[in-house]
T-cell receptor, first 112, second 117 residues
Framework: TQLLEQSPQFLSIQEGENLTVYCNSS?????LQWYRQEPGEGPVLLVT?????EVKKLKRLTFQFGDARKDSSLHITAAQPGDTGLYLC????????????FGTGTRLTIIP | ETGVTQSPTHLIKTRGQQVTLRCSSQ?????VSWYQQALGQGPQFIFQ???????GRGNFPPRFSGLQFPNYSSELNVNALELDDSALYLC????????????????FGNGTRLTVT
């Protein structure tokens, strides 16, 4: 069974601070996706990384896929209240997204 | 373009009852996946439907079943409801290229919140 563990589970920081969320597994994934989920809504895809060591940037968000494709990190620079939400990583075992294994989630709160 | 829509948004059922949840896929998408998200946890894959057939299943018992219709919409049926079935049920659609294992990224609906008492 493939498992993805995220840390921290909860994070509350002041606006303007930096933060990193981690997503770790003992399994290799062909792709790793990050989603953000707001209360009452479904997850929204932020990024997909597919190559070991790959780094992608989305404005103030930086995503990295581990060299062995077993782990990933999400770094947010100068966090803003709009970044508040549940961040989920998800591993794909096939480029086809047939079955995503989601992590346990990190609930992020940015305090104005 | 029309996004993924799910109905109903909320539902309360009694243990032992049966429930049907519905999902309309995003226009242009031919594949539907269902996920169960318990409170405080990440979504768990239930199954996926492509060309009206089940195409992959997670670790869920047979009382969880589904259908996909010619218009690519889908239903999730759960029989003999248990208290632990209380969760947010998410539907996600994507497009799979014929004769290819590649699926476009998933687009999720806002889910159906099922409460079993």
């Amino acid at each position: 069974t493939q498992l993805l563990e995220q840390s921290p589970q909860f994070l509350s920081i002041q606006e303007g601070e930096n933060l990193t969320v981690y997503c770790n597994s003992s399994s290799v994934f062909s792709s790793l996706q990050w989603y953000r989920q707001e209360p009452g809504e479904g997850p929204v895809l932020l990024v997909t990384v597919v190559t070991g060591g790959e780094v992608k940037k989305l404005k103030r968000l930086t995503f990295q896929f581990g060299d062995a494709r077993k782990d990933s990190s999400l770094h947010i620079t100068a966090a803003q209240p709009g970044d508040t939400g549940l961040y989920l990583c998800a591993g794909g075992s096939n480029f086809g997204n047939e079955k995503l294994t989601f992590g346990t989630g990190t609930r992020l709160t940015i305090i104005p | 373009e029309t996004g993924v829509t799910q109905s109903p948004t909320h539902l309360i059922k009694t243990r032992g009852q049966q429930v049907t949840l519905r999902c309309s896929s995003q226009s242009g998408h031919n594949t539907v996946s269902w996920y169960q998200q318990a409170l405080g946890q990440g979504p768990q894959f239930i199954f996926q439907y492509y060309r009206e057939e089940e195409n992959g299943r997670g670790n869920f018992p047979p009382r969880f079943s589904g259908l996909q219709f010619p218009n690519y919409s889908s239903e999730l049926n759960v029989n003999a409801l248990e208290l632990d079935d209380s969760a947010l049920y998410l539907c996600a659609s994507s497009h799979r290229e014929p004769r290819s294992s590649y699926n476009s990224p998933l687009h999720f609906g806002n889910g159906t919140r099922l409460t079993v008492t």
